[in-house]
């Protein structure tokens, strides 16, 4: 048997195994989790912030921000399944089993509020609004979702994402200020 050819083996069984493993998660979500009160909650949190920004959005840079928001979500979920693959954290209460990041972590509240510092405030200093979004997110948001349960840090600690999320916004605030938006009325 070749290399190829043994790697191709390995590979099925292992895909065997992942099938089998999400089926049965699949089994505990549809009985243990879905319209639970933890459900309900992560389906708000999806929803209720983009009503919000829609709300209250500047509507002259709309097109800029949900560029920048589509950027921190597949970023930030991106990240969160590099996270949960490595056995870093694990979520509890998915509003989609499928997904092992956290939906309305990664898809509404982290590019809701990012989106809505850039544009609350534009003069202020986006060193000082990243390190407060790094700061909350960081020491309260973590937190909280830890306190709530359902989320559980296994091999990490929240001083870990601080640095992450200064990182992510000051790009965020870049990526913001492009001027290939101009061209487009953006």
Not at 32 to 50: A, K, M, R
Not at 56 to 65: E, P
């Amino acid at each position: 048997m070749t290399t190829y050819e043994k790697y191709r083996e390995i590979n099925h069984h292992i895909y065997e195994s992942l099938h089998d493993i999400h089926s049965l998660k699949m089994e505990a979500w549809v009985e243990h989790v879905v319209f639970t009160t933890e459900w309900w909650f992560g389906v708000t949190l999806s929803i209720i912030p983009w009503i919000v920004w829609i709300l209250f959005h500047n509507k002259n840079s709309r097109h800029r921000m949900l560029f920048v928001a589509f950027f921190i979500t597949i970023l930030a979920s991106f990240l969160d399944t590099i996270g949960t693959q490595f056995g870093l954290w694990i979520y509890y209460y998915e509003v989609l089993p499928w997904l092992p990041a956290y939906l309305p972590w990664d898809w509404a509240l982290l590019p809701v509020v990012i989106i809505g510092l850039l544009e609350f405030k534009p003069e202020y200093s986006p060193f000082i609004k990243a390190f407060l979004f790094a700061a909350l997110s960081s020491f309260v948001g973590e937190p909280f979702f830890e306190f709530i349960g359902l989320y559980e840090p296994i091999h990490w600690r929240s001083f870990y994402s601080f640095p992450i999320y200064i990182v992510i916004f000051l790009f965020c605030y870049w990526l913001s200020k492009r001027t290939f938006f101009d061209m487009y009325g953006a």
